[in-house]
C-alpha cells in the first residue's frame, strides 16, 4: 500500500513540477501537504485512492483540535484537492472527496487599537532631532489620524484649499476635515484644537520646502508634501509613523489604521454612541462599527479585574473548580 501511495504522490508531484512549472517552494509545500495526507491514510488503513469524504472530514477535525489554524487547514485542503483532480483526471478515482469540505472558520480578529495613555504619547511626541518642517509635518499627520479617525487615503487626498478638483481639504476655521472615502462617499469629521494647532504649525513652514525644491514655480495642492514637494504616500505615511512610534517609546509599531481604531475605541468608551462613531467613521453599516464595542468591552473587563474587590478576590485565591 505504502509504495504505491508514494509513488502516486511522486507522480504528482513530477506533474506540478514539469507541466504546471511550479515554483520549487510550492513543489516542497505540496509535498508536505501530500506527506501529511499519507500519514493520516496509513493510520486509518486506507489507501490514498480509497479515501472518502468522511475521511477527509475526520482528519480536518483531527487538525483543528490539535490546534491548527483554519487558515492553515485551508491551505492543506488546498493541495489535497489539486492532487485528486488529478487523479480524477487520470481516470484513477470517480469523485474527489475533499471537493465539499472547508476548512473551520477562524475567529475574526478584533482591531488593534492603543490604550488612551499610549495614544496621547504618541500624538504629544516631540523629536527635537527632526527638522523643523519635518516634525511640524508628522505631528499634525498624527493628530490628524487619532483625532479624526481618517484612513491614510483619506489623509494623502487632503489639499491645503477647497476646491471642485479636491479630493478634500481642512476647514480650520470651522474645525473640520471634508474627505472622499471608500465608495467616493464625501463625509465632514470634527478636527479637535489640537490637530487645528499642528496643522497651523505645518502650515507655516510647509512652503519653505516647496521654495527649496525644483517644484516651487508650479502650484502644490497637497496638504502633506515630502522634501521634493510632491504629495506624500500612503506607504510613506505607514514608514514615517512607524518610526515615529518607536522613538516616541510605544512597545508596539504603530501603523495608520490602528491611530483609526484607537479613535473610535476610545470615542466608545466615553460616549458609548454607535451610531455617532459610525457617521465619523464613514461606515456603511453598523455592523462594521460593532467591532469596536468588543474592544470597549475588553477594556471595560480590564478595569474590573483591576478595581473591582471581588475580581481581585479571585485572582488572588486562583480558585480551581468548585
Not at 63 to 71: E, F, Q, T, V, Y
Not at 183 to 204: E, Q
Not at 216 to 229: C, E, H, T, V, Y
Request: charged share 20%; proline share 3%; net charge positive.
Amino acid at each position: 500500500m505504502l509504495a504505491s501511495d508514494e509513488g502516486l504522490i511522486d507522480l504528482y508531484l513530477t506533474h506540478v513540477r514539469v507541466e504546471k512549472r511550479l515554483a520549487q517552494r510550492t513543489v516542497e509545500l505540496y509535498c508536505l501537504d501530500l506527506q501529511k495526507l499519507l500519514g493520516y491514510a496509513v493510520q486509518a488503513k486506507v489507501e490514498l485512492l480509497q479515501v472518502q469524504n468522511s475521511h477527509i472530514r475526520r482528519w480536518v477535525a483531527q487538525m483543528h483540535g490539535a490546534g491548527r489554524s483554519g487558515r492553515g487547514i485551508a491551505l492543506i485542503l488546498s493541495g489535497w484537492r489539486g492532487f485528486y483532480v488529478w487523479l480524477g483526471r487520470q481516470g484513477r478515482v470517480a469523485s474527489n472527496p475533499v471537493q465539499d469540505v472547508r476548512a473551520p472558520k477562524a475567529g475574526k480578529p478584533l482591531p488593534k487599537a492603543l490604550s488612551v495613555d499610549d495614544a496621547v504619547q504618541l500624538a504629544s511626541f516631540n523629536n527635537e532631532h527632526n527638522a523643523p518642517w519635518l516634525e511640524a509635518r508628522d505631528a499634525a499627520i498624527t493628530e490628524l489620524l487619532y483625532g479624526g479617525g481618517l484612513r491614510v487615503g483619506e489623509l494623502t487626498g487632503l489639499d491645503v484649499v477647497a476646491s471642485a478638483a479636491a479630493r478634500g481639504w481642512v476647514d480650520l476655521q470651522a474645525g473640520e476635515a471634508h474627505v472622499l472615502g471608500k465608495g467616493s462617499k464625501r463625509r465632514t469629521v470634527p478636527v479637535g484644537a489640537k490637530s487645528v494647532d499642528a496643522l497651523m504649525r505645518w502650515l507655516a513652514l510647509r512652503d519653505q520646502v516647496l521654495q527649496s525644491t525644483a517644484l516651487d514655480k508650479s502650484p502644490q495642492m497637497a496638504l502633506f508634501i515630502g522634501r521634493n514637494g510632491t504629495r506624500l504616500t500612503a506607504q510613506s505615511i505607514w514608514q514615517r509613523l512607524r518610526q515615529r512610534s518607536q522613538q516616541a517609546g510605544l512597545t508596539s509599531p504603530v501603523h495608520p489604521h490602528m491611530l483609526r481604531h484607537s479613535f473610535a475605541s476610545h470615542l466608545l468608551q466615553s460616549s458609548s454612541d454607535l451610531r455617532a462613531v459610525q457617521e465619523l467613521l464613514g461606515h456603511a453599516s453598523i455592523t462594521t462599527t460593532q467591532v469596536y464595542t468588543r474592544l470597549d468591552f475588553q477594556h471595560l473587563a480590564k478595569v474590573y479585574d483591576a478595581a473591582h474587590p471581588r475580581a481581585k478576590l479571585k485572582s488572588e485565591n486562583n480558585p480551581k473548580s468548585d
